[in-house]
Nanobody
Framework: QVQLVESGGGLVQAGGSLSLSCAASGRTFSSYVMGWFRQAPGKERGFVAAISSSGLGTDYVDTVKGRFTISRDNAKNTVYLQMNSLKPEDTAVYYC????????????????????WGQGTQVSVSS
């Protein structure tokens, strides 16, 4: 069992930055693919970014490439999402999630691939 707790959300003006963290419990964190998803009001939860268990592989949805960076510290059981040049359309609840199936499956862009989810943290970007 893995428990995930996100933090770092808040209100920021367009063009600003926020850094999200997701702390995981359990001794197997380093074996999980970790992902960030977001859900805006009235929309489905969608993929934002993912990172392989080693941290060597990363992937992003096109709308955040060049602005967001995902990273992890396996010694601290934590995954991060650095968000720069934020836009009003980035406003959403952000969730982190853990996937046991492995990077090579290529499933990490899909909600159904993930076994554990955090409770979410609100990110609001004003124009």
């Amino acid at each position: 069992q893995v428990q995930l707790v996100e933090s770092g959300g808040g209100l920021v003006q367009a063009g600003g930055s926020l850094s999200l963290s997701c702390a995981a419990s359990g001794r197997t964190f380093s074996s999980y693919v970790m992902g960030w998803f977001r859900q805006a009001p009235g929309k489905e939860r969608g993929f934002v970014a993912a990172i392989s268990s080693s941290g060597l592989g990363t992937d992003y949805v096109d709308t955040v490439k060049g602005r967001f960076t995902i990273s992890r510290d396996n010694a601290k059981n934590t995954v991060y999402l650095q968000m720069n040049s934020l836009k009003p359309e980035d406003t959403a609840v952000y969730y982190c999630a853990a996937d046991r199936s492995g990077w090579s499956t290529g499933r990490y862009r899909n909600n159904y691939a993930y076994d554990y989810w955090g409770q979410g943290t609100q990110v609001s970007v004003s124009s």
